[in-house]
Structure formats: C-alpha cells, structure tokens
C-alpha cells in the first residue's frame, strides 16, 4: 500500500489516465433480436471499475453485470490441473453410463484435489464442481486453450446485459463501455430482425481429444432464417446443421470483418471469414471468402432439393481467437446487388432501379432532402424483413445520364461543365467517352465515386486533347498522411479515380472512363464529377469516446480532407451543445492537414453521455462555407497502417471533478507569438478549491519540431510555461497547437517502509495556439 505526503490528491482519486485510456476489442454476441434480452461479453483492456454502458440509437438498454479480470499465470495453472481432475472423474462416469460399469469413486478424484492449493476466486471458475462435462471441455478449449496466444489488449472483460425492445429499429448501434478511467471506444453491437443462436462447442467437424469425449445430446437442425453467432479460436472450423427446401433462394450474409474493422496484430489485418456450404453426404455445394471487395462473404444459392445442409464459417488460413467474432444471417433474406443510379441531386425526387435476390420491388426511392450527408446510407423493408444496407450520394451540381454508344473519340458524348454524370461500365471491356469544350487555364477536375458507394468498379480515368494527347491521367485516388489513410476508413483499395489539371489550350477534351481489369456488368455503376476545381474541404475528428472531468479539457485531433487545391484556414467550433462546453485551439491553419485542439467541460457534470457536433467554417470564393466533423477512431491495421473509422457519433461523458485537484484555463485563445530563436510567457490561470503545488508537471505532449518547454513556474492561480522556438527547425509564420499534459509527482512509502515516488496524471491544459515570428 501506497501513502502520500503530499496532499494535492490521492492515488486512484484523480488518476484518471494512469492505467492508459480502456479500449474494447470485440464484444460478442455482437448482436441480439428485437425483443429479446442478452448477455454479452466485451473483451479489451483497463475495464476495471466498469460502471456504464451506452448504447447509440432508441429501444437498446444496457448495464454491466461484473468485470472480469485475468487469470494470472499461477491461477491459470491452479485451475487448469483441478479442472483436468475433475474431466477424468466426468469422462470416468461418461463411459460407466454408456457401457454400464461401475461408475468412479468421487473421493479419490477429491483427495487429489485437496492436495492442490483453492482453486482461484474467479468468475470463469465458480460451481466448478457442479459443471458437467461438456462445460468443463468448454472452459478448457476458451480459457486455456494452448494454440491461442495471450494478448493484453483482449485479455480483460466486462460480461453486460442487453435489453431490446421490439420496435427497436433494426442496423448497426455502437456500444460504450464507460470505466473511471475513461469510456472505450465505440464497437458495432446489431439489432437484427431473425431468430438467433449461439455456437456450442464442440460443433467443428474434427474435434480435439477432450472435446470427442463429450456426448452432447445431437442438436436439431435450425429453422430458416436464422442469424447464427461465433468466435473462431486457432483452428477452428465451426458448422450450422439447417434444413431447407428445394427452390429455396437462400442469401447467407457474414458480419465479421464489419464487426471489428482492424486487428492492428495480425495481417490482413482483420478476421478474414470463409463460408462454405454443404450437403447432408458433406458434398461442398458452394464456397465464398468474400462479396466483390467486401472481406465479409456473402453466398447466394437456390436450393436444390429438400433436405439437411451444412453451414462451415472459419478463417482463411484458420487463425482465431475471442476477438474474431462473427455473425451469419441465413434465409431468403432480401439483398439488393446493384442500384442505379448511385444518388441523385439534393432537394429532387430520386428513384433507383435496383436487382438482387428476393426482393419484392425493382424501385426505391432516395431521400435527398437538403441538410443531409454528401454520402447517405438506406435500408428498404421488404414484407417482414429489410434489405442490405446501400450508400448514395446527393450533389448540389446539375445532373445526367450517359448515353451509349460513347464507348470512343467519334462517339463521344457531349457535356456542358459542371457536370455529375450517372453512368455504368456495362460489360467487360467496356468504357465511356465524354466531351466538353475548355479554355485554356482553366482548372478543370474529373472525378469518380464508385467504390466508396460500394460499387465493384475499379476506375481509370483519362483526360486527353482533341488529338489524343494525354494531358493528366489517373487509375487510385489514396488520401494518405504518412502511414494514416484519411479517405473512406473502411476502404483499402481506393478504387476510385481523381485528377485535376489545367487545361494548355482552348478546344475540345476528352475524359474517358474504364476499369482498371477490364470488367464490367449491370453493378458496375458510377458517378462522375466533371466540373472546374472548386476548393472544399471535409473534417474528421477522432477519438469518438471522451470522458472529461466537469470544468476540465481533454485532446481531440481534428484532420482536414482538403478538395480540389483548397488551402485555406479553417475555424473549428462546437455548437447544439449544452451550455458550459468550449473549443480552445480552434483552428486549422492554411495549408495544415491536422490539428490537435481541446475540448472543455462545463463546471458541472452531466447525467448522460452527450453527443458532441464538431464543424468547421472556411471563407472560399467569398463565401463561407461550413461543413460537420465526422466523428472516427483511428484504428491500425495489421501494426503499421491506420484509418479513420466512421463511428456514429463524437460522445462525451461529463463526470464529476475533483475538488482537491486544480482546474486550469486561459484568458484567450488568440495565438502566442514566439519569437524564432527566442522565447514567450503563457500565463494559464489555475483556479479550483486547491490551488496547484510545486509537484505539478506539465509536459508538452507529440509537440512539432523545434518546440519546447523551457521553464514552468507555479504562482498563486496561476502556473506559467515558457516555450522556446529553434530557429534550425521552424520558419517565420508557422502555425500550430500545443498540447500540454499536466500531473503530478506524489510521494509515500511502501509496506516495507521504503520511500517511493509516483506520477499521477491530471489531463490536458487547454489548447495553446501559436505563431513563430520574427525576432
């Protein structure tokens, strides 16, 4: 036990960050059925003290039941040899039933044990005497389990009870854990419309050793539809006995890579699910690893004949472990496969044709009400269940369709600029040619939206002259920052196309689209921008969890997705929110793809989480123009690249602050000059019941070359930091953020009576814009 003898606070009362923020791998089961109550496990790292969660959306209720730690080492052998007794003594009486012996002596299975230290106090381990068999093979595949690898980030969990009404509208929800120490970042939890059922083990077509001496009563097969849940652990192969009838046009959907979109520790860096079907022989009717460049198979397939078939779901090269979780939607469920056209413009009637299985319209409407996402996503119902999920876009410019034959420079449609053309790559080998008449200078930009529509078309574009000349061509567009990928989070093969070039003469001009592969068909769809440049901007914003003591701050990083050659400075502010909640640092400077900024609490807690609109302001052309920031997690994939994951939501949790532990705030947020070479005084005003001590350290946190601290000193209300400039790393007139992490150094004594020190951290200082000037 730790005492401290300085009393600005407490180890463990204020140490927010100190164990690291709590993050969740998986949850599983990653879904339940509207109307029905479920228990699910979320599995990640510093949950303890999980006391909340939340639940995006109406109709979805939740609330922890226990935390449950880690075995360590030394339990985990304890109870492995106590549960391996008790197998023999179950697997003893298991074939005395079967062949009618005489069944074992429990009393000498209990005299080996009372030899072993207690079996752990843990909750994987209660009633170990009452579990049967099959529970028992069941607890050794999961917890001790020798092919998987142990792995922190997974390794504690928080078991949770979910509640969902029957009108809860069906999709995708995020679910938070909230913790003291923070609240984890968002992990899809889907309310689904079909009966579900849950894996029980032993169900892979060759058991382990231990696992064929259980004699599971055999399981019925499963009513269609059905949505089944898993995990795959090392090796396995899990299978759904269900019966069908001839004609039948099954659609079997997996979710696994959509359930956890990046494993930052294994390459590809997902869960990278097989589905294969099988007859009641063990024939392999059909097989998919994926749906087009979607990791996550779907299977379409009539069935041929009444009768019992398998369903097979494992990993490619069969990995597993808890946190490859997946989930099976089996029946003849609608999915709609193409849709066209891919949008429409905003504020105008839309209505798409569109093709796929089971589905009882051939048409559906777009909403395009203006205020809305550029990218919109929609589900139809179709009798008692609702389709698959389809994106669109909606635009402000004037719209048409292509017209073949263009598929060359004498077929050539003509278009006026700016122009959204709708069209499709029809076949393979095909292609479509546009013409338009330009000036020169002019700075004209071609751009397709496909893929990120979910459309299977891998463009290529081509701008040429009126002889053929090439003037720009371009096949992938990747918005890249170093190792982050700040473009469509879920993307990994950006597909679509993008150029910009001004024009050398005045004439005609040429864009010709293809795909990259030379494919084609009815889903190859698309939408291309041929318009001159207009310079725009979109915002991400990550994390999409924060968890901020009343009247204090924590970082956001806000990055800036700049269009067609915009440079300019944009202004971030927060607004629909309650009162008391302020941005310091609040401004992206021109030229600049990111910033970090500060978010700051009201004085007084909330009661409930609360979703936080982040939007940026930027004059272009003379006219300001304001876009929201999307909320993201930046999530890596297979340990080195990394993505902004759309989440839902930014939420923020407003707890209750501390009134022994200071709060900090600065008088303006104009920028600090620096001088280059020189140095410049912050002065940021401390206030709260305590006043900060000597103790207190503050650090800048990832700060840009050429920055750093030179001094803090610590006055009454006030602590002040000195920030020094290099003039070998920094140029006059850069612009930037400091982030500055404060805590402080504590003191006491260990059992032994030996002194010892520790750092407890406080959070962040408010953003600290600056400037580098001249001398």
């Not at 459309?455 to 567009?477: E, I, R």
Request: proline share 9%; glycine share 10%.
């Amino acid at each position: 036990m730790l005492v401290a003898t300085l009393a600005l606070c407490v180890i463990g009362a204020w140490a927010q960050r100190q164990g690291g923020d709590p993050h969740v791998g998986y949850v599983y089961p990653a879904g339940g059925q509207q109307g029905t109550t479920v228990q699910v496990l979320a599995g990640g790292q510093n949950l303890r003290g999980a006391r909340a969660v939340h639940i995006t959306g109406e109709g979805v209720h939740a609330s922890v039941i226990e935390y449950i730690r880690p075995l360590r080492p030394n339990e985990r052998g304890i109870a492995g040899r106590h549960i391996r007794l008790l197998v023999q003594q179950r697997a003893a009486e298991e074939r005395a039933r079967r062949e009618g012996g005489q069944p074992p002596d429990p009393a000498q299975i209990e005299a080996k044990r009372a030899e072993l230290d207690p079996v752990p106090d843990h909750p994987w381990l209660r009633d170990l005497d009452r579990m049967s068999l099959a529970e028992l093979a069941d607890l050794l595949a999961r917890v001790f389990d020798q092919k998987a690898q142990p792995n922190s980030q997974i390794a504690e969990s928080v078991l949770i009870e979910v509640s969902i009404d029957p009108d809860a509208p069906p999709g995708d929800r995020e679910l938070r854990v909230i913790t003291p120490m923070g609240m984890a970042n968002p992990v899809v939890f889907q309310v689904g419309t079909l009966p579900e059922v849950a894996e029980q083990e032993p169900n892979d077509p060759a058991p382990r050793p231990l696992e064929q001496l259980v004699q599971r009563p055999e399981q019925p097969p499963l009513d269609l539809p059905v949505t089944v849940n898993g995990q795959i652990m090392p090796g396995d192969v899990d299978h759904f006995d269900f019966t069908a009838r001839r004609g039948q046009r099954l659609v079997i959907q997996a979710y696994a890579r959509h359930l956890v979109p990046y494993l930052a520790d294994a390459v590809p860096g997902w869960f990278q699910a097989t589905v294969a079907l099988l007859d009641a022989s063990g024939h392999e009717l059909a097989y998919v690893d994926d749906y087009r460049f979607n990791p996550d198979p779907v299977m379409f397939y009539e069935i041929p004949a009444d009768g019992r078939y398998r369903l097979e779901i494992r990993d490619a090269i069969y990995r597993g472990r808890e946190d490859f979780v997946y989930r099976v939607a089996i029946g003849e469920q609608p999915f709609i496969t193409w849709m066209f056209p891919l949008g429409g413009p905003e504020g105008q009637e839309t209505v798409a044709a569109v093709g796929g299985w089971n589905l009882p319209f051939a048409e559906v409407s777009l909403n395009t009400a203006p205020g809305g996402d550029g990218i919109r996503q929609a589900t139809w119902p179709c009798g008692d269940g609702i389709s698959n999920q389809l994106l669109y876009a909606v635009d402000t410019l004037p719209e048409c369709v292509e017209a073949e034959p263009n598929d060359g420079a004498d077929q050539a449609q003509g278009v006026e600029l700016p122009q959204i053309i709708n069209g499709r790559i029809g076949e393979p080998g095909d292609q479509d040619v546009f013409e338009f008449e330009g000036r020169a200078g002019d700075r004209v930009v071609a751009e397709v939206a496909a893929r990120r529509l979910r459309s299977p078309l891998d463009s290529v574009l081509h701008l040429t002259d009126a002889s053929g000349a090439v003037v720009a061509w371009n096949d992938d567009f990747m918005e890249k920052d170093g190792h982050l990928h700040t473009g469509p989070g879920l993307l990994t093969h950006h597909a679509d196309s993008y150029l910009m070039a001004s024009l050398p003469a005045d004439g005609v001009y040429r864009v010709r689209l293809a795909d990259a592969q030379g494919q084609g068909g009815e889903a190859c769809a698309y939408r291309l921008r041929l318009a001159p440049a207009q310079p725009d901007f979109a915002l991400r914003v990550t994390p999409a969890s924060l968890l901020i003591p009343a009247g204090r701050s924590a970082a956001v990083c806000v990055h800036a997705l700049r269009r067609d050659g915009f440079t300019g400075s944009i202004e971030v502010t927060a607004t629909d929110l309650p009162g008391g909640f302020t941005v310091q640092g609040g401004r992206i400077p021109a030229g600049r793809d990111s910033v970090r900024m500060t978010l700051t609490a009201p004085a007084q807690p909330l009661e409930e989480p609360v979703a936080v609109r982040l939007e940026g302001s930027a004059v272009i052309d003379r006219q300001e123009v304001t876009h929201p920031a999307q909320a993201c997690e930046d999530m890596m994939q297979a340990f080195l690249w990394r993505h902004l994951v759309p989440a839902q939501e930014l939420l923020v949790a407003v707890t209750g602050g501390r009134p022994f532990a200071p709060t900090f705030a600065r008088d303006a947020d104009t920028p600090v000059a620096i001088p280059l070479g020189g140095t410049a005084r912050v002065p940021v005003r401390a206030g709260g019941r305590r006043p900060p001590a000597e103790n207190v350290r503050i650090e800048l946190s990832d700060p840009p070359e050429g920055i750093s601290l030179q001094d803090v000193t610590v006055g009454p209300g006030e602590v002040t930091v000195v920030l020094r400039a290099d003039e070998s790393a920094l140029e006059v007139g850069y612009e930037d953020n400091l982030i500055a992490e404060i805590s402080v150094e504590m003191s006491g004594k260990r059992r032994d009576g030996t002194d010892t020190t520790w750092t407890v951290p406080l959070g962040a200082l408010p953003a600290i814009p600056f400037e580098i000037v001249a001398q």
